[in-house]
């Protein structure tokens, strides 16, 4: 992904013969039809086309397509074979260079597009206006929910000139409009806003800021700002990403290294990297934009925090996570309501990682609460919040009442976009755990192979979510008795783990557990133990108390593999120590299914 500065490459069409690319978005149409392309696919596409026909070395191509990422060269010749399958015809001109990597031959014509009837130009008119303006609007404009606000602090001072005030309003109309009316559809898609025509208008204002804009590179800092929050809103994260990029290089070139310039832009940067599930290049983003905070008010020290502690919680590291979230909670305050729902959203995700039960019911509970006090406003967060305490409540064995949050966060994902995004996969991702749990492998496998199949094609191979979903289907085949099946996940699974997982010892736990299960399963009884040793080790070195579920589990794990083995002594022994070490478990909820596992194959 691209984080230099602007130039000619930036943005645009397209054509190549009868193929059009939109760099900005990353639609490709062939013969006048839309073709779907993933993420590193739309991301070479763009960089063989800005490379005018030169060769690209496998090292460039794979740093465009899978930034920040350790990524077999493997994945390089794969996503080249979509890309060319993905042109058509147009496919062949793709052309591999011996020694060096590939190119893209024969012409290939770029045309910026304008926005009919001078719209472009009104439209720069009206963002820019004079000088004074311009000041307050690149301030500003970019802080969405709290900019009206934050330009009435501005004029306040000058509340005595008439004219000045006069001016405030203008502009606190002005950005306002341009905000929330057009620029951040994330907030509109409740009110049935979330349209190709704004979609339409908002691709067409990044294909042209750049001409329309071009001798004022702070505005363009804002406006980058304000197209990235539009895609994050829609869910594309990736594009938001790259305008993310483009601001903080832009911005770095006009104020340097001034963390009150690029910190906002980092603090956002934190957050769509991981939601695209470049956790890598997250991690330094993260902790960039909170060592940036640091001096300034404490509201922004609070947002860093807040962004890189969902970070640090996706990525399994729930000690330092809970810590960080427990610090941007003592700044609740200054926190906006949707913040304050983040927070205990992802509180309760480490708390129960933790193994921390009440302490994630409450915190969840809170996320739910505050959720729907916001009313109408963001559904797909409120589905969220219905989908992860749903499955925090399948986890724990309350399955009836984790399928009531489940059929919610459908209604709210349909209401926010529709039943086809990825995010509408989630209640059912949870269904399936609560299937494996419930001894049901079939109904586990039916869900998980369509959630597999989307997971790959919208997130990629290397997102967190994909692997996840694919250990839990070798799972799940290897218990439903498909052996060949089961064993293909698990060795793409052990090949995408050893780049993803790598260092993520609290976020691995489950993957060596759920691989011993699968072999075990299998009758692969080494390979099982040594996946257990290896949960163990990762167990240690992240910390995990003895008195976790999780060591408590592992003699379940390793009652089965003795089971496989065909001990059954020592089976039963296994399985008494696990149901032992789970009845001392602190507020451990009676249904919790590892309790009736552990009473099964103790013979109780």
């Not at 794969?78 to 793709?94: C, N, S, V, W, Y």
């Not at 979330?194 to 800021?209: C, E, Q």
């Not at 699974?493 to 399963?521: I, K």
């Not at 060591?551 to 008494?576: K, M, N, P, T, Y």
Request: net charge positive.
């Amino acid at each position: 992904m691209a984080t230099g500065g602007e130039d000619d490459s930036e943005g645009g069409h397209w054509r190549i013969e009868d193929a059009g690319f939109d760099a900005t978005t990353g639609r490709l149409t062939v013969a006048g039809r839309a073709v779907e392309l993933d993420r590193p696919c739309r991301a070479l596409l763009a960089a063989l086309l800005a490379a005018d026909g030169r060769a690209l070395g496998r090292d460039a191509l794979l740093a465009a397509g899978w930034p920040g990422r350790i990524v077999h060269e493997n994945s390089l010749t794969k996503a080249i074979g979509r890309l060319r399958q993905a042109l058509g015809a147009e496919g062949a001109r793709i052309e591999a260079v011996y020694g060096s990597g590939y190119r893209l031959k024969g012409p290939a014509e770029r045309g910026g597009v304008t926005m009919a009837g001078g719209a472009g130009s009104r439209w720069r008119q009206a963002l820019v206006g004079d000088r004074r303006r311009t000041a307050t609007t690149l301030a500003f404009a970019g802080l969405a929910i709290c900019v009206a606000l934050a330009v009435a602090a501005l004029f306040a001072a000058q509340a005595a000139r008439a004219r000045a005030a006069e001016e405030a309003r203008e502009k606190e109309a002005l950005v306002a409009f341009l905000s929330s009316d057009l620029f951040a559809p994330g907030e509109l898609a409740a009110q049935g806003r979330d349209g190709p025509s704004l979609r339409a208008a908002v691709a067409r204002a990044a294909a042209t800021m750049n001409t329309e804009l071009r001798d004022d590179p702070a505005t363009r800092v804002t406006v980058h700002r304000m197209i990235a929050s539009a895609y994050a809103g829609w869910g594309d994260y990736e594009a938001a990403v790259l305008h993310l990029h483009r601001a903080r290089a832009v911005a770095e070139r006009l104020h340097g290294a001034s963390a009150a310039k690029t910190t906002p832009i980092d603090i956002a940067l934190c957050s769509n990297l991981r939601r695209a599930g470049d956790t890598r290049l997250a991690e330094t983003t993260c902790a960039r934009a909170v060592r940036g905070a640091q001096g300034s008010d404490a509201r922004t020290v609070a947002v860093a925090q807040l962004a890189e502690a969902k970070l640090l919680v996706d990525i399994g590291d729930y000690r330092r996570g809970a810590a960080l979230l427990d610090a941007a909670a003592a700044q609740g305050a200054r926190l906006t309501p949707g913040e304050r729902a983040d927070l205990q959203w992802f509180a309760g995700r480490a708390q129960a990682k933790l193994g921390h039960f009440a302490r994630a019911d409450a915190a969840f509970r809170r996320n739910l609460a505050l959720r729907e006090a916001m009313g109408g406003e963001r559904p797909s967060l409120t589905g969220w919040a219905h989908a992860d305490y749903g499955s925090y409540l399948a986890s724990i064995g309350d399955f009836a009442a984790a399928e009531r949050h489940f059929a919610r966060a459908e209604a709210r994902f349909a209401a926010a976009r529709g039943v086809d995004a990825v995010d509408a996969l989630a209640p059912d991702y949870g269904r399936a755990l609560a299937a494996l749990d419930s001894g049901d492998p079939q109904g586990a496998r039916d869900r998980l192979r369509p959630i597999l199949q989307r997971y790959r094609a919208a997130l990629g191979g290397d997102h967190l979510r994909t692997l996840d979903a694919m250990t839990l289907l070798a799972l799940a085949e290897a218990q439903a008795g498909d052996a060949a099946r089961a064993t293909a996940l698990l060795k793409e699974a052990r090949q995408t783990g050893a780049r993803v997982l790598y260092r993520r010892d609290g976020r691995a736990v489950r993957f060596h557990m759920r691989r011993a299960r699968t072999l075990a399963a299998l009758g692969d009884t080494a390979g099982a133990d040594a996946e257990a040793g290896r949960a163990a080790a990762a167990m240690d070195r992240s910390g995990v108390p003895a008195s976790h579920p999780w060591r408590a589990r592992l003699h379940c794990v390793a009652a089965r593999i003795a089971l496989a083995r065909g001990d059954a002594g020592a089976g039963r022994d296994e399985a008494r120590r696990c149901l032992s070490a789970l009845q001392r478990v602190a507020d451990l909820p009676a249904t919790y299914p590892a309790l009736a596992e552990a009473r099964l194959l103790a013979g109780e």
